[in-house]
């Protein structure tokens, strides 16, 4: 994460909704680009490359149902906006804590 303390913002175009496999997760998600994908680059490197990767920002984690019972509500007030990734954070998932946070250079 250093490394990534060098790096200037990375916008972003936050254009579509998703969920995961099991239906506990629903995000919003980037276009990756060549600027994207340097950082995660410079984040993964040395570490495990076989893992999948997916840009997002999680907009809710609960049950399934009370997923799929956000997804209406999510589809119409949704629109794509462009933002700016600031700020990496390394967190434990459970219990949730977070590890490490640091601003990216400006």
Known sequence: MKRAAESAAVPVHISHIGLFAGGNVLFCAP????????????????????????????????????????????????????GSVVRLRLCAFWLMRQIASLELGR
């Open 31 to 82: 276009e990756r680009d060549a600027r994207l994908d340097a950082l995660h680059e410079i984040c993964c490197a040395g570490g495990d490359e076989g893992r999948p990767w997916t840009p997002h920002v999680t907009l809710l984690q609960d049950e399934p149902e009370a997923v799929c019972a956000a997804v209406p509500v999510l589809l119409r007030s949704f629109a794509p906006f462009i």
